[in-house]
């Protein structure tokens, strides 16, 4: 995460928080120094049974809501210092127009500054990788592919 020109006045740690298909991690804690470096990979598997159709499952994934925020741990419960919200299809699945990194697509996005954030918006550089596999579903004596 870059801000440039941004000097945090608290100098508690910092670290981002991320909910994706109904799940939450959080990274790591960071010095509360821009630029922010979470060199880390959090996994999200979620599993839909009555899901068969691709389309289907796209559908899904377009009302759900991926959100990362970023926090300061300022007592009592920590600070949302920014924001970034999107619909789940579109943060697993960006549009191809996006350059090539070395471990896939480099995205940089700009979160939201919350209102007790001074300075500019911070950028969200990130990349995602998505796996989708069949499973076999045994209902009964009946199996579904």
Not at 70 to 90: F, H, S
Request: proline share 7%; aromatic share 10%; net charge neutral.
């Amino acid at each position: 995460i870059t801000c440039p020109g941004v000097q945090l006045k608290d100098k508690q740690e910092l670290y981002l928080s991320v909910f994706v298909l109904g799940q939450y991690h959080k990274t790591e804690c960071v010095p509360a120094v821009f630029p922010l470096f979470f060199q880390e990979r959090l996994l999200f598997e979620k599993e839909f049974a009555n899901i068969v159709d691709p389309g289907d499952l796209v559908k899904l994934l377009e009302f759900d809501t991926a959100v990362l925020e970023l926090i300061q741990l300022v007592p009592p419960v920590g600070k949302v210092l920014a924001t970034y919200e999107e619909n789940t299809r579109d943060f697993l699945f960006p549009d191809p127009k996006l350059t090539h990194g070395l471990r896939g697509l480099q995205r940089e996005v700009l979160m939201k500054r919350s209102p007790s954030f001074t300075g500019i918006a911070p950028k969200l550089r990130f990349s995602t990788t998505c796996v989708i596999s069949d499973s076999l579903l045994i209902l009964g004596r009946s199996r579904i592919q």
